[in-house]
Nanobody, 129 residues
């Protein structure tokens, strides 16, 4: 049973920074891709960032590229999302996920989630202007 527990969400002023954490347990993650998605009110869940556990390759949505950084701590099985220069449009519930697929072509990232994708409970990030 895979468990993902997010933490670190809170309200912050525009231009500020936050670091989200996702603690993973229940299996070894060496073959997994892990990452972050977010869902704002009235909108669909969208991909934010991912990291391949095996080699540390990282991927970002265009909307966060240059502002967000994903990283992992192999020993602790924790994935982090450092968010800088936050904007009101970053306001959303942020979900940690594991076991989804990325199809990478030049300039395009296709994210494929399945019934086998594991999700955390989400953590609220609110950016006030």
């Amino acid at each position: 049973q895979v468990q993902l527990v997010e933490s670190g969400g809170r309200e912050v002023q525009a231009g500020g920074s936050l670091r989200l954490s996702c603690a993973a347990s229940g299996r070894t993650f060496s073959s997994y891709t892990m990452g972050w998605f977010r869902q704002a009110p009235g909108l669909e869940r969208e991909f934010v960032s991912a990291i391949r556990w095996s080699d540390g390759s990282t991927y970002y949505a265009d909307s966060v590229k240059g502002r967000f950084t994903i990283s992992r701590d192999n020993a602790k099985n924790v994935v982090y999302l450092q968010m800088n220069s936050l904007k009101p449009e970053d306001t959303a519930v942020y979900y940690c996920a594991a076991g989804f697929k990325l199809e990478i072509t030049p300039g395009v990232i296709v994210v494929v989630t399945t019934d086998d994708t594991h999700w955390g409970q989400g953590t609220q990030v609110t950016v006030s202007s």
